[in-house]
C-alpha cells in the first residue's frame, strides 16, 4: 500500500514521495495530486490491491482492485472506524455477519459501513476488475 503525497519522474521511474509527518508538505503535495482512478492496474492480480490515495489525520482514501477475490469463509473485517465505499467499475457481494444480510453492488452503489459491522466480500466479478473508493473515517 501506498500514499500518493508527491510524485516525482527521473526518465522512466516514477517515485513517490511519502511525506505524512510533515503536516506543511502534505498539504503542498495534496494540491498538486492528478491521477485517473482507473489507470495502473495490474494485469495479473494474485491478491486484492489496496492502494492509499490520501490520508490525513482523520481520514483515508483508497483504491481497491479486485478480481474474483473474496474474504475467507473463516474471516471477518471488524474496523475501529466507518467505512464508506461506492463500487465505480464490476460487481460486487458484501455480507454483514449481522443477519447474515448479503447486499449485491454495482456501479455507483454505496454503503457506509459503521464501526464494528462486521462484514466480507463475498464475491466480486471474477473475468473483469472490480473497482472500489473507500473511505475510512478515523
Known amino acids: ?8 519522474t527521473t526518465g522512466q521511474l516514477k517515485i513517490l514521495i ?10 503542498t503535495a495534496m494540491n498538486s495530486i492528478n491521477a485517473n482512478i482507473f489507470t495502473g492496474i495490474p494485469a ?28 475467507p469463509t473463516d474471516q471477518w473485517y471488524d474496523q475501529d472506524w466507518d467505512e464508506w465505499v461506492i463500487l465505480l467499475q464490476g460487481q460486487a457481494t458484501i455480507l454483514y455477519e449481522k443477519k447474515m ?28 476488475h472490480t473497482i472500489w473508493l473507500a473511505v475510512h473515517l478515523h
Open 1 to 8: 500500500m501506498f500514499c500518493i503525497n508527491e510524485e516525482v
Open 18 to 27: 511519502n511525506y505524512q509527518s510533515n503536516s506543511n508538505r502534505i498539504k
Open 44 to 71: 495479473e492480480l494474485p491478491k486484492e490491491l489496496f492502494e492509499c490515495i490520501v490520508k490525513r489525520e482523520n481520514v483515508h482514501i483508497e483504491r481497491i482492485v479486485s478480481k474474483g477475490h473474496m474474504t
Open 101 to 128: 444480510q448479503s447486499i449485491t453492488l454495482t456501479p455507483g452503489d454505496y454503503l457506509l459501513i459503521p464501526a464494528h459491522m462486521r462484514h466480507r466480500v463475498e464475491w466480486t466479478t471474477p473475468d473483469h
